[in-house]
């Protein structure tokens, strides 16, 4: 089911069919783009779109495919289909060519393996062009379409017998004009020519009566006339019973021809289905190409799960401007029916929601949809849409009425199996009772177990989203530094509508904007806030994520390179401990040769004193020359100094009241109000904060001088440091201030950065003419724990923006 009636008008769908039409050759291919039908047989989905992902692999790979004469037949077939009735030359050759194309078509798809093109395949089997057929047609149409002079040996007789009279009239006329010329009664340029289907000799007016003949004709002018010489009336007359005669046997060979077509009529009418069929999936084919266009996996149930969508219409109106669409990853299961997107006006919330509806038409109409590889499509039963304004004179229905309507029909009719798209959910009548009668309804939608996308504004249905089982929070991304939508869909948060900052970029009076938020409220605004500065911390997180990203592939590569240096290491060593084994081995069995020669030779001399003694000085020269152990050279290593700066040393002695300390690992130094148990008081410039003991080190006085100052502040009331933190924000907007009151708002804002431990803080200040930043740079110079600052990112604000980091 869909709703409303003009659905296709307005999800765009209509340019989409006159989009196809164009895409195809003939007739018959147009007939079936106006019999697309929305359909939710998951069978006969599958098989259409796959006939398109077959056939746009053909269109990219097969050139030989056939391409022209796709000739619409339909009238011919039903005039054959009437007794009696004969077709004509023209009309024979349509049919001709046609037949030729379908056979160039079945031709092709039979010559490839049936995996190939499986479903185009099945889409032929059923087709059969009789080949008796096409040669009786063959033998009786040339290929300028007319009927050839053997078609029957009648004609052949008539013919040769029409051209044979034909020459001899020439011959005679040919004589006439010659006499004529040398007469004078002619020029010399002009050459016969025919009137009312006989031969004539054009002559000149004042010599019409010296020529006998019958008068068939006269120039504009009247200057010259045609006439048909009496000697030729004879030949001219039997050419022409001759041409009857011609025409006679034509007509009863096309007849008998056309009585041959008529048994093949359902053979003939299937082919020309198929011709047409080829034609429109071909159409669709050439149109996925032109939206990039691709398959998505089909299942049978409600699932969205898209990745990279595109709006094909849009694709191909920036294709032309050169630009590129922003895609759209989505998914709505069973986990997240219902998505509920949020954002500023022209943030592309519309878009979206009409290219969820487009696409999901498209895949059910059986065309190709702009997903990536890795997209899942499901199947739907009922699509309703609610987009644009349905007011209408004659029903008497204002916009709000409209929208109820609408919203009847779908809490009427929606079920598991229904997708619903809503743009503007609750507009048209007071805010708060359009937001409640919304809530409401989308209530109701949920407990139906229907699938829906819904575009909003107001924060309740934010809220029920964020709380209710299988509803989803999406927002439209949106720079908040530039006030410029980035048209990108983000799921899992609700989005701001950044309402007060696109007032100010217009142009609007601050103290204007600034009533408007307290009419408001301070919850609502400090809701928008937070979803802005919780856009521009993600935004910084994720850039964070992608270094550390980085990071861990660098430290992975120095890891793997290590353990393969390990690795190289240890097989050294053993190849080392391998060979000085071998060679201990060698130097072992030349020892024990040589003391077993030794041994031999004291015996053999029976023990002489002289010979003995000279064998082991051998002996021993053997040990100290093959057996003496190598000299290493010692690596002398200096063992590094840790030189430590003097006020960065911890003092000693025990921490008490007037000591002066700072955190461990911080530099933030304060002075000992009191001693709570393991709870120290301290006071750090004008704020008290209560801290660990075990968390504190002593420092000396003149480290905290150097800290804080020569003079001693006045001391002021403590402050609640859990409220200060939950209140605090890292960024700072000081964009429109004048310099003292910036300033002001700076020292404050650093001071509580580094009570709170933050590493690293934004300030908005805007570009300008560059003097607020200066400002501001200069003054942060004066602060020692600030070690560093920097513009921010392009994409975030650039030099718009100071990012100061913390020691």
Known sequence: MLYPDSFEQKLGFDKIRDLLRQACISPLGQSYVDKIRFSDNFQLIDKMLRQVAEFKTIVQYEPEFPSSNYL???????????????????????????????QLCLRFLAGKEKEVYPYLNELADAITVDKKLTEAIERVIDDRGHVRDNASPELATIRRRIIS????????????????????WMPDDISLTIRNGRVVIPISAEHKRRLKGFIHDESATGQTVFIEPAEVFDANNEIREMEYEERREVARILRELTALLRPYLPELQRATTFLGLIDFIRAKAKFALQIDAGMPKLVNQPLVDWLQARHPLLHLSFQ??????VPLNLLLDSGQRILIISGPNAGGKSVALKTIGLLQYMIQSGLLIPVIEGSTAGVFQNLFIDIGDEQSLENDLSTYSSHLTSMKAFVTFANRKTLFLIDEFGTGTEPGLGGAIAEAILEELTKSGAYGVVNTHYTNLKLFADKTTGLVNGAMRFDGEHLEPLYELEIGRPGSSFAFEIASKIGLPKPLIDRAKEKLGSQQVNLEKLLKELDIEKRVFAEKNME???????????????????????????????????????????????????????????????MTRLV?????????????????????RKKPEKVEPEEFLPESGAIAVGSFVQIKGQSTIGEVLALRGKDVEIRIGDLKSTIKLNRLEKVSRKVYREAVGETARPKMQGIDLNEKMMNFSFNLDIRGQRGEEAMVELDNFINNGLMLGYAELRIVHGKGDGILRTLVRNHLRTFPQVTSMQDEHVDRGGAGVTVVKMK
């Open 320 to 325: 032309k401007q050169g630009k590129k669409v």
């Open 165 to 184: 009279e034909q020459a001899g009239l020439r011959k005679k006329l040919d004589g006439i004009m010659r006499n004529a010329r040398q007469q004078g």
């Open 616 to 636: 082991r000085q051998e002996l021993e020269q053997f040990d100290k020359k093959e057996l003496k152990p190598e000299t290493l050279v010692e690596e002398v």
């Open 548 to 610: 550390v990203g980085i990071n861990q592939r660098k430290l992975a590569q120095q890891l793997a390179e290590t353990n393969a240096l390990k690795t190289r290491l240890d097989n050294d060593q053993k190849r080392l401990l391998n060979e000085a084994k071998q060679k201990a081995k060698a130097l072992v069995a030349e020892a024990n040769q040589r003391i077993e020669n030794t041994i031999r030779e004291i015996k053999e001399n029976k023990a002489e004193r002289d």
């Open 72 to 102: 619409d037949i339909r009238p011919q077939l039903a005039k054959v289909r009437i007794e009696g009735m004969m077709l004509t030359e023209e009309e024979f050759f349509d049919l001709k060519l046609t037949l030729r194309t379908i």
